[in-house]
């Protein structure tokens, strides 16, 4: 059995006044100010995310930005590019969480503009500890160390920042592997809603079936008079 492509990105065809332009699917949501965090985050995809970013400002620096997120962490550095990114540029970036955000995609999720942080029905929020490995001299695996304790120390910050927990709450929280489903990301403050399907408004009953009867037409008065002797 031959494997499917992994690479594949379905196009889109669009027909318009000029005829028909085919768009990959990412630059269709794009236009739509949507932007799509589906990996683990490294320096490349941070690069695309953060242009991405910058270009809808440049768009509309009013309207809003949506950063779908289904990412299991990454590089500390990369995912800080974009968080800083996300804060720097003026217009609100709504984070919806699909499937998974953990690690460094928790940090991005509960970034977002405070009361537009989402997550799915079916998603999962995961913290831990930053990790890392050093090799070569003692001096240098020293020195590594206590750069990662730098960077736990941020990103902790971070997210007692933005998730209104005590810091305190956070270290003990993300000392070892952290899960919470949808429900429990809002109650720690990582996200502001779970996301479902809206309900469909009932159909308005027909108006003219809803109207009472007309009344009955007067009989005429000449035909309603006694006849004259």
């Not at 609100?92 to 997550?119: E, F, P, Q």
């Not at 009867?213 to 008065?221: G, L, N, V």
């Amino acid at each position: 059995m031959n494997a499917q492509p992994m690479n594949v990105i379905p196009m889109v065809i669009e027909s318009g006044a000029r005829g028909e332009r085919a768009f990959d699917i990412y630059s269709l949501l794009l236009r739509e100010r949507i932007v799509m965090l589906g990996m683990p985050i490294n320096d490349q995809v941070a690069n695309v995310i953060i242009a991405q970013l910058l270009y809808l400002e440049r768009e509309d620096p009013d309207k809003d930005i949506s950063l779908y997120i289904h990412c299991p962490g990454g590089i500390i550095s990369a995912g800080l590019a974009i968080y800083d990114t996300i804060q720097l540029i003026r217009p609100d970036v709504s984070t919806i969480c699909v499937g998974l955000a953990a690690s460094m995609g928790t940090l991005l999720l509960c970034s977002g503009a405070k009361g537009k942080r989402y997550a799915l029905p079916n998603s999962t929020i995961h913290l831990h500890q930053a990790f890392g490995g050093a090799q070569g001299q003692a001096a240098d695996v020293e020195i590594a160390a206590r750069e990662i304790m730098r960077m736990q120390e941020l990103i902790r910050s971070i997210i007692a920042e933005h998730t209104g927990q005590p810091i305190e709450k956070i270290a003990h929280d993300t000392d070892r592997d952290f899960y919470l489903n949808p429900e429990q990301a809002v109650e720690y403050g990582i996200v502001d809603e779970v996301l479902g399907k809206p309900a469909k408004e009932k159909a308005k009953p027909d108006e003219a079936k809803s109207k009472p009867a007309k009344e009955k037409a007067k009989p005429d008065e000449a035909e309603s008079k006694p006849a004259k002797e």
